[in-house]
């Protein structure tokens, strides 16, 4: 199996929540990412959070790590059409040479 | 915003032939990496660099190569192309704690 995988697409309706869910492999990874790409656009780093965290939360956007399941989730409160893009899970470890690892992507789907 | 510059945004060219494409990392990133992004195969990483030296290689066929230069910018090369070389190229640069910044990538369209 993949490294890091991530359901492929998720619809919601504008004013809910959205939850996408990323489990990974790798119990060493120091740093967990959520990116988002908007079409036609490159991947825009919208958090992260360290292994040793359980939480994290930026205004609209809440992490959550289990570390002992290695699953991630990205919850994003109030989800608008403008948060209609591609989220990408990734991990990495400290270090100069450790390549962060990518998921293949949630597309989220916001409908009025 | 990001920091980092990609050139050209947009690139279309025949089969067989060769492309560069440009990177300028964040200011004070040492780091540079390479990815494709294609609809079949996700985020590909292709190469790293760091601090003018490759560090790490990922699935990058032997008719790509890259480099990066004391100015710590770096190039991808893109040569003999094929059909299944369209794709997005992205290039990312990251801070010592790996968070990476992307750019806006080159489309790569071979006709």
């Known amino acids: 199996g993949e490294d890091v995988e991530q359901s492929l697409f998720l619809s919601v309706r504008e004013g809910d929540s959205s939850v996408i869910n990323c489990t990974y492999t790798d119990s060493s990874s120091t740093y967990l990412y959520w990116y988002k790409q908007e079409p036609g656009a490159g991947l825009q780093l919208l958090t992260y959070i360290f292994s040793n965290m359980d939480m994290k939360q930026d205004q609209r956007l809440t992490v959550l790590l289990n570390k002992k399941d290695k699953h991630l989730s990205l919850r994003i409160a109030d989800t608008q059409t403008g948060d209609s893009a591609i989220y990408f899970c990734?991990?990495?470890?400290?270090?100069?040479?450790?390549?962060?690892?990518f998921g293949r992507g949630t597309s989220l789907i916001v409908h009025p | 915003d990001s920091g980092v510059t990609q050139t050209p945004k947009h690139l279309i060219t025949a089969t067989g032939q060769r492309v560069t494409l440009r990177c300028s990392p964040r200011s004070g990133d040492l780091s540079v990496y390479w990815y494709q992004q294609s609809l079949d195969q996700g985020l590909q990483f292709l190469i790293q660099y760091y601090n003018g030296e490759e560090r790490a290689k990922g699935n990058i066929l032997e008719r790509f190569s890259a480099q990066q230069f004391p100015d710590l910018h770096s190039e991808l090369n893109l040569s003999s192309l094929e059909l299944g070389d369209s794709a997005l190229y992205f290039c990312?640069?990251?801070?010592?704690?790996?968070?990476?910044?992307f750019g806006q990538g080159t489309r790569l369209t071979v006709v």
């Open positions: 990312a640069s990251s801070d010592p704690t790996n968070r990476a910044f």
């Open positions: 990734a991990e990495s470890k400290t270090g100069g040479s450790y390549i962060p690892t």
